[in-house]
């Protein structure tokens, strides 16, 4: 039955090869593309906390609004190569597809669009009027660990879907293997030991995911 099955996809380095915060961090000088890209690489390790670097690197980064449409392009452009037959065939299916990500909604949202995805779940950031950053939903609950099992949750409760399957590469989106009846591990881009270990299953191409269903 459609609507009866969702297949969830995170975003950065899974449906797209960039981490859309280290490229907003990459149009700042060195240090602080450095230490942001530090700082990503041990929240998706599991190393350090998801909260305790997000509004942080936010704040160093101060991304624009326009900076933040050029990341949607940016993901746009090095979209994984089989992300869109894959994204096809699962709705042929008559899979739900949706993406949850601890990345920024108006970054993301371009992507989704191009994606042909409603459902997006990601952290909004706020803007004033002439473009400049204000601040982010520090509500979201992928804005920390944890965030993606309680999302679905939420989610299976409200809409009702009876089968949920989880794609990505972080330790965060490993955390909602409770919550789904199915957590897949991509490693096309970067293949994460934490996530290796505890997937049950694990692909280095998205069109695998489509045989495993
Ligand atoms: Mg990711």
């Known amino acids: 039955m459609n609507g009866d099955r969702w297949i969830f996809f995170d975003c950065d ?4 090869a960039i981490e859309g915060v280290d490229e907003l961090a990459r149009m700042r000088p060195d240090s602080v593309f450095a230490e942001v890209k ?13 909260d305790s670097v997000f509004g942080r690197r936010l704040s160093v980064i101060r991304p624009h609004e326009e900076e ?3 990341i949607g392009q940016a993901y746009i452009d090095q979209i994984e190569p089989t992300a869109l037959e894959t994204l096809g065939r699962l ?16 970054a993301i949202r371009p992507f989704a669009q191009f994606l042909g995805i409603e459902e997006i779940h990601a952290v909004d950031l706020y803007f004033a009027a002439d473009g400049s950053y204000v601040g982010f ?13 309680d999302l679905i949750r939420a989610l299976r409760a409200e809409r ?8 990505g590469d972080g330790v965060s989106d ?7 009846e ?3 591990g991509y490693g096309g881009f970067v293949a994460r030991e934490k996530v290796q270990a505890g997937a049950e299953k694990f692909v280095n191409r998205l069109a695998d995911v489509v045989g495993m269903i």
């Open 13 to 16: 380095s899974t449906l797209s």
């Open 38 to 50: 530090r700082l990503t690489d041990q929240a998706m390790n599991g190393e350090i906390p998801i």
């Open 68 to 70: 933040c449409a050029r």
């Open 91 to 106: 709705r042929e299916l008559g899979w739900t597809v949706a993406i949850i990500s601890g990345g920024f909604l108006p």
């Open 137 to 149: 939903d520090e509500a979201h609950p992928n804005a920390r660990n944890g965030g993606k099992p």
């Open 160 to 167: 009702g879907f009876q089968k949920a399957v989880m794609v």
């Open 174 to 180: 490993l955390e909602t293997k409770s919550a789904v």
């Open 182 to 184: 199915l957590f897949i």
